[in-house]
Nanobody
Framework: QVHLVESGGGLVQPGGSLRLSCTAS????????MGWYRQVPGNQRELVAV???????TYADDVKGRFTISRDIARDTVHLQMNMLKPEDATVYCC?????????WGQGTQVTVSS
């Protein structure tokens, strides 16, 4: 089992930056993939960025060049640095982990982009 604790998020003006963090209850090397999804209309989630235990990264097309996912192995934490935020980036972001073929989710954190 994996417990995920998120931090970060909040209100930022368009063009601004935020950093989301997600700390896992297990060593990151034991987790196959970890990253962030965000809610979209229809109560669905879309991938934002993920990083594997081999440090391979994947990004959604509309965040490439603006968002960066990284990991702090010593703190079992994955960060999502979000730059050049747009109003359409505003939604709830959820941390995700895949461990032994099961998916685990954080509680979600709100990102608001508004002037």
């Amino acid at each position: 089992q994996v417990h995920l604790v998120e931090s970060g998020g909040g209100l930022v003006q368009p063009g601004g930056s935020l950093r989301l963090s997600c700390t896992a209850s297990r060593n990151l090397f034991t987790i196959d993939r970890m990253g962030w999804y965000r809610q979209v209309p229809g109560n669905q989630r879309e991938l934002v960025a993920v990083i594997t235990n081999h440090a391979t990264t994947t990004y959604a097309d509309d965040v490439k060049g603006r968002f960066t996912i990284s990991r702090d192995i010593a703190r079992d934490t994955v960060h999502l640095q979000m730059n050049m935020l747009k109003p359409e980036d505003a939604t709830v972001y959820c941390c995700y982990a895949s461990f032994l073929r099961y998916d685990y989710w954080g509680q979600g954190t709100q990102v608001t982009v508004s002037s």
